[in-house]
């Protein structure tokens, strides 16, 4: 009966309370029944409703486990989680950005916390012959041959729409990225008034919902598309095929949250579910995606036009490499989202088991154009889970031309991983849109951090490779990078990973696994599985 002991002892001294209250008409006493009165009753209820057995179990005790389990996350955050644990960032990467942000001393005493012979620990070597760059800031051109060609930085912020975030993070990331010199995808979720308003450079992202050049059935409408497209703040046109955090699965903004000015940036009506299907309506095959892709370039007036995708069946990509040697229709930049990215809210399921990693993704991208001889000509961008000088360098060594990062710059805002971007209660006003939160994020202040992030990581970038001889960080190779695979071994990626020859799937099919498998029988024409996978479905099935 000890599971009745709190509800029995909050009955009784109600009742006590009540009584001493009556007997000697004190106010103490009656202010001392109140709330006695209000748990006996909660227990009461507990004790009567079907819907909870633990609570009808366990009256009143159960709200107490209720009210830990609740708290649960920032007890873990604050005093239980080591300075290493990642989950997803750990303590030591989010207190770097805030330290950069903020623009004072990161620098660390007395030695590394990092297990140094554990596995996985990565470094870069130095050399006895270090340089120095005369700037920070790195930059890759872009659509060299269009008619309006972009000089990229090598560290922008990833893409997450106006309606994931709210009016005042907007407004700070895009002044950050002006005076930074940087730029701001936009996210899918178009072009608003926030993204305008300070006039930093915007790479516009096109989703399968075509929020901001629809018709009014949901179709891409080309004089929208064309009219904003043309304004110079947008720099680049990007079509985004699918997200790290949830790639192949569609979204739905709620009626309820499709407020007049969401309506009117997207090009939707007000209160009605939003959908984002899962896949595009303007094409179906590889070759369809790049024509689709040119004439965005087209529209946007020669304006650089690329992709955005999470890698997930390897034919699919291989299809489109094959549409590109077809059709001789090249995007100017890809960018390539890894399964850790995650500023998009997702089902459980989909944010831990769907979608290739960013390293293996980014290698099969990379090597696939090196081994079609088109490498040279497509600029390759990489996102997922990139806060440091050593993220960005290790990824460029992979193969990437520059990085994009969403939470390392939600962390630059004051973002502190609650976890609750899906509730509309984020507690710092970055990812909500209730303006008695959002309003108070204060954008001048936050766009100097958004601002001295970027400039401090990128002059961390500049000193890390400068101590390896290096003047730039397109000068980076898999041969730079170091990483331990045991106690006693060690690998550089150039060893770890098979890299391409230029023009190598030219001219036959290389040692490699999923190149052997699935590139020689890869379709321009279609997204379909090749006869072998098709086979394998077959096999399971019974009549």
């Known amino acids: 009966m000890v599971r009745y002991l709190a509800f029995a002892l909050c009955v009784v001294l109600a009742l006590v309370s009540i009584a001493m ?12 029944a109140v709330p006695l009165l ?15 057995t633990l609570r009808r179990t366990y009256p009143l005790m159960a709200h107490f486990r209720y009210g830990l389990e609740a708290f649960r996350p920032e007890i873990r955050q604050y005093f239980i989680e080591d300075d290493q644990d990642e989950v997803p960032f750990s303590r030591q990467q989010r207190a770097l950005v805030y330290q950069r942000a903020k623009n004072v001393s990161d620098v660390v005493p007395f030695g590394s916390e990092l297990p140094m012979y554990g596995p996985h620990y990565e470094w ?17 051109p872009v659509g060299d041959e269009r008619a309006q060609p972009y000089t990229a930085s090598v560290f922008n912020i990833s893409a997450m729409s106006f309606g994931s975030l709210s009016a005042n993070a907007i407004r700070a990331l895009n002044l950050g990225a002006k005076r930074g010199n940087f730029f701001h995808d936009t996210g899918e979720g178009a072009i608003s008034d926030y993204h305008r308003e300070h006039g930093g450079d915007l790479v516009w992202e096109i989703g399968s919902g075509y929020f901001g050049c629809r018709d009014a059935k949901g179709r891409f409408d080309e004089d929208l598309f064309a009219r904003h497209a043309a304004e110079p703040q947008v720099r680049m046109v990007e079509l985004k095929l699918s997200q790290g955090a949830k790639p192949g699965h569609g979204g739905m903004l709620p009626g309820a949250k499709v407020t007049p000015e969401i309506a009117e940036t997207r090009g939707i009506p007000v209160g009605q579910d939003c959908e984002s299907p899962a896949a595009h309506t303007t094409f179906s095959t590889p070759l369809g995606l790049l024509e689709f892709v040119d004439r965005m370039r087209t529209l946007s007036g020669g304006k650089p036009a690329g992709f955005k995708l999470a890698i997930g069946h390897p034919w699919e990509w291989f299809g489109i490499a094959r549409a590109m040697l077809d059709s001789g229709i090249l995007p100017d930049f890809i960018v390539v989202d890894g ?3 995650g500023t998009g809210a997702a089902p459980s399921e989909f944010i831990n088991h769907v979608g290739l990693p960013l390293q293996e993704a980014l290698m099969l991208v990379h090597n696939t154009l090196v081994g079609i001889g088109l490498r040279d000509r497509i600029r390759v961008a990489a996102a997922g889970k990139i806060t440091s000088g050593f ?57 100097d951090r958004v601002f001295h992030f970027h400039q401090n990581t990128l002059k ?11 003047e730039h960080p397109m000068q980076i190779g898999p041969e730079h990078i170091l990483r331990r695979v045991s106690p006693t071994e060690v690998r550089s990626l150039a060893a770890l990973y098979r890299f391409l020859e230029p023009g190598e799937l030219l001219t036959g099919v290389p040692e490699h696994a999923v190149f052997k498998t699935f590139w020689p029988s890869a379709r321009a024409d279609s997204f379909a599985p090749p006869a072998r996978a098709s086979a394998m479905h077959v096999a399971k099935r019974t009549h």
Do not use: Y
């Open 21 to 32: 209250a009556s007997l000697h008409q004190s106010l103490g006493w009656a202010i001392v």
């Open 339 to 341: 399964a850790e990215g």
């Open 460 to 470: 961390a970038l500049r000193d890390m490779i400068g101590a390896a001889g290096l």
């Open 124 to 140: 870069i070597n130095h050399s006895l012959v270090p340089a120095h760059a005369a700037s920070h800031d790195f930059r890759v």
């Open 391 to 447: 993220d960005i360098a290790r990824t460029l060594a992979m193969g990437a031309d520059w990085c994009n990062a969403g939470r390392g710059f939600m962390f630059s805002l004051g973002c502190i991983q609650s976890r609750t971007c899906h509730t509309d209660q984020c507690p710092t006003g970055v990812a909500t849109q209730d303006p008695a939160r959002w309003r108070l994020l204060d954008v001048p202040d936050k766009a």
């Open 38 to 52: 209000a748990l006996s009753a909660l227990g009461t209820v507990d004790l009567f409703q079907k819907r909870a």
